[in-house]
């Protein structure tokens, strides 16, 4: 065994391979900054140029690709509050905030950090697995992986911070999205409203960068704002250095979370999108002095980074072990694995064990390259935050946009991410906990599936296996002692609000959660014609919204307050409801007049309706254009010069990157219907 | 890679050459110089990784040199309903100058007769089906099912991936049809999910499990006996080396079989292409033509073969006359057919 890995390394370390994953790493890096764009899209392009190459540089072009793109992901969750792909949304939540206070290159030396102790992590678990990788696969059945579910929704107790009704509704109204498409067991397309769009689910990308990205945007264009805000970037090279130590300081969370990673990165249907946030939120459980997460705390971007490197080590696991891919880009890594003649399963743990080792060390090597690049070149990157607000948000509003698009190359995309952007901003200004959410709609459809199929299978029985009475133990934990610290505290006489007035009141917030009842009940109403088993799991989902909406609404309603100015007065919930959420610190220290707030949301949501409606008009990449250069000039007051150059040049890059390279197929606009011969010619309406 | 980058930026020049003279120069173009630096797109109606994928980006790779002009193929994701995206963006948005063709799921083609969906497949300008399919149902060695006779005694568990899709269509067929006993355990995500369980022994068997997918990701399974081979389902005639009884010597009923007989006929069409209906005639035949010529290329067979994927092609004609029969089956049949894949 030990000869096979030294075997695997030297191949490894060969110049030429060497230089192949360079370029794979470089590749893998660019993919990793541009949201909506990750492995998948790279290991599509790359796949066709590996045919010709031996194995090991295919596995080292493709794997030294695909490993670093959750390395740089984390780049425009730091400096923007923008994930790159759906694995950094819980670095956004302390990362972000650390780009506010000055502290973006601490960050990024921290995240670099903890990326490569959580990508070396990986691997060497996929390594010290190898000889009882089939047994503990063959050994989690449905009923483990529902209770790895349930463990991961138990989190929402967690990542609600001191808002735990809003976070449960929130969490099950991600519930309720989750069960939006065709249901697994009878086929019934439930609350698809005839479009195709909905019939597999809502995608996630258009929903994250929705929820996340598009909320910093906006609050950016109303501050006015580089996202650094004045503040001075701490750019030297010893406040990075800061970060790694930070990191080394914190290695046993950095352990602890890696774990974690690449524990459930190879549980086939837990996705990166989660794991981020259970790391997250079992660092904010255990570790001390928890108040500071979510307000720029290194220790939040050290347990989501290292988590998520970590779990590509443990998606392998199934690949390799059985030729089950555990996402799609593990799917696609199969096919390249046949095209180069291994069959994934037993044969790869003895006759190609070299193979293996070789992934297995090309997994480490693009780490180590990739976060030594990223170290170098952070204050490169670092200085993007300074660059003018009024060509930032035109230009990473496009890119979003771009990114969302590529979810599922449908209209819907585009209208998910400018509806779920205007849900995530009303969010993050009244203070409800975002999070939970996105836990909901992710966790949700797999619940539901092995809810089902464990029931079906082994009814109660199931709760007497090992791993799943311990891993649903663990889950109880978890919600219960956010609960059992809370009563502790009311008891000693500590309760949330001790001071302030009681009384009936209306504002934003009722209106909000009034509304998210509404559109439960109606919800709930139209479940009545569905066969049984499609009606279950959202009976349930809906029920538990309604209730927790309705003590959210009472709460709202009647409960005490501090004698703090109305967020209605102001917009800004920060103060008045300290939450976890990164949103209550965005516009915390903002000065711009209550009013004009307003305006500029409003007129930035109307961009958005302009930006769909000239895309139904003349195609998406024409309209973002449009959309820029209107952007810079009309409100951002930056003259047509600079508009002119920053459309025409990122139009540029767009379709190169887009329709040249990346063959996407672009939405049917009006005028490629009206002229058809336009459509051919440019493929572009 | 280079080449790629070249051909990426060439088109713009060509575009506004094109542009010029856009409208009167079309029609006059002979296939070669209409293709020539132009891009053929292959809509490809599953998302990245799974056979269809497979297959579409194989024959990407090889088609275009077959083509006048040598056009660029290029292939593009588009996912959605089970393919039905596809298949109606094919039918009333697409492109009809012959730079786009698109895949699908092989069954799509029953969904006019059975939900009422609003396209004809008959309209469509076919190229053919890369390849013919059986489908199966095995079983699990260590199981208690070893025979055709235990599946239909036994309470076999079975998986299923939802009503509609290929699992559970044929183990409804075996309820409905014979009286199986079987019990469908529905809902697992994919094939690969499907397969786990019955490593683990969660399950006792599959139905509607490929022969070419099974070939090519579980070999081992075959080689080392860890699969009984209960039933087959195939639009041939059966000799095609699989060692499983053909599902239609189960049963004598004439209205039975013609029904069964509809529903497997979609095997013959295992991995289907298709152009827009209205497709530039002249443009069409000679895509028809790469098409069948791509299929007998041999450095195409040996990449297939390399990853394990079947190709014995069915051309335009072959599948068109398919449909023929399909469509002119009798009220009856078609009810019985739906009834007994229970949609």
Redesign the interface.
Known sequence: MLEAAGQALALILEPARLAIMFAGVLLGLALGVIPGLGG?VG??LL???T?HMDAYSAFALLLGMASVTTVSDFIPAVLFGVPGTVGAAATVLDGYPMAQQGQAARAFGAGYTASLAGGIFGALMLALAIPVLRPV???L??AELLSFCIFGLSMVAVLSGRAPLRGLTAASLGLMLSMIG??????TLRWTFDT??L??HLPLVPVTLGIFAVPELIDMAIRRQGVAGGAILGLKASSQWDGVRDTIRNWRLVLRCSALGALLGAV??IGSAVIDWIAYGHAVQTEKNPETFGKGDVRGVIAAESSNNAKEGGHLV?TIA????AG?S???L??AF??H?F?P???MLTKHLDVTYSIIWTLTLSHIMGALICLCASGLFARMALIRVGLLVPAVLAIIFLGAFDG???WGDLYAVAGFGALGWTMKQLGWPRPPLILGLVLGG?F???L??SQ??FGWSALARPVVAIVLLGAAWVMLKPVMSATRRILAGKGPHPAGQRGFQLNWNVGFTAAALVFTAIALWQTVEWPAHARIVPLAAGGAALLFGAGTLLTEMFARRPSKPDPVETLIPAVAHPQMDSAALALGGSTVEARLQRLRAWRFFLWLATLLATTLLIGLLPGLAVMMLLLVTLEFGEGWRRGLALSAGMSLAFW?LFD??F???WP?ALAGDLW??L?????LL | MLKHLAHCLARPLLLVAAVAGFTSAAAAQTPASFYAGRNINVVIGYSVGGGYDLYARLLARFFGKHMPGEPTVVPQSMPGAGSLKSVLYINSVAPKDGTVFATFGRSLVLEPLFTGAKFDPRTFSWLGSITQDVSLCVTWKDSKIQTWDDLMTKQARMGGQGAGSDPDIFASILKNLFGSNLHLVTGYPGNNDMELALERGELDGLCGLSWSSLRSRHPDWLRDHKINLIVKASAGDGRDGIDAPMIMSKTDDPKKLAALKLIIATQALARPYAAPPGTNPVRLAAMREAFMQTAADPEFLAEAAKLGLDVTPVNHEGVEARLVEIYSQPPDVIALAKQAQGS
């Open positions: 998948i290991l599509a796949i066709p140029f045919y696969v063959l050994y059945g449905s065709s249901d697994p067991q009878t086929g195709l769009y019939w597999d086939p249907g199934p059985f030729g089950v891919p799609a593990m799917a696609l199969l096919s046949l095209m003649g069959t399963g037993p044969d599922s190359h449908s797999t539901e599936r092995y089902f199929i079906e299978l190169l040249r390279l063959a996407t197929p049917d058809p011969g459509r051919s010619l440019t493929h």
